[in-house]
């Protein structure tokens, strides 16, 4: 019976993901592990250069992550978008304007992403784009250290719109032109390496699981056709 080849999925795996997965993915894990009791996780989070060391180093069965990297020889698969927007605390003299410059962003206290995060690349590449130079107050290594700093009132901060989720009504999001930064979560893997049974079994399931997400939130599906290393 079904039952019985659930039950035969048994053994390790191990995921690795970038932090702006940490609250989407370890929330799929529940029912993916009543689905498969026998299955052990373990599950890293950090940040786009510590899963790049990680890849290198072969220790994990899947990655997450939103830059597929262009310089090593992967498989890739597309399953959620990854909006980037600009968070400021609830009552932030922008919050109810349209269509900012991005040039406003220059007059505001900024909180910024640790060198090797991809969210701090894509950010950083947008405003050298349009030749904006926002004044960096803070440096931190965490999205939710950053909007604990937000919500503090110690400035603004780009992040990923999928760490809005659990506590929304602290924050607005600014109406910014040339947002939001439009990136992907990808699953990858190394070509060379053949899947484990268990590892494919999750590969399915995050597929499935993130149709279904797009089906009953606002986010928008993979968007077709778009560059994926850029
Ligand atoms: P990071 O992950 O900023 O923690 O590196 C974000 C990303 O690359 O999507």
Known sequence: SVANLKGLKQGQLR????TTAKYFIPRLLGPFC?????????????????????MVNNMDDL??????????????????DN???VFAPVNHPLAKERNIPI?????EPFIMREPGSGTRRAVQQLFDEHRVKVKVK????????IKQAIAGGLGISVLSRHTLMPDSSEFSILDVEHFPI????????PSGKQLSIVAHTYYEYLLEAAKKFVEESGFSAVSKGEDIND
Not at 67 to 80: G, W
Not at 182 to 189: A, F, I, N, S
Request: glycine share 2%.
């Open 138 to 145: 803070l440096e931190l290594g965490s999205n939710e250290a």
């Open 103 to 107: 040039e406003s962003l220059t007059n």
């Open 83 to 85: 909006p980037l927007v």
């Open 182 to 189: 439009k990136r992907t979560w990808y699953m990858v893997y």
């Open 34 to 54: 009543q689905l498969y009791p026998g299955i052990e996780i373990s599950l890293q989070v950090t940040n786009h250069e510590k899963i790049l060391e990680r």
């Open 63 to 80: 990655y997450i992550m939103s830059q597929v990297p262009e310089n090593l020889d992967v498989i890739c698969e597309p399953f959620l």
């Open 15 to 18: 995921l690795a993901v970038i």
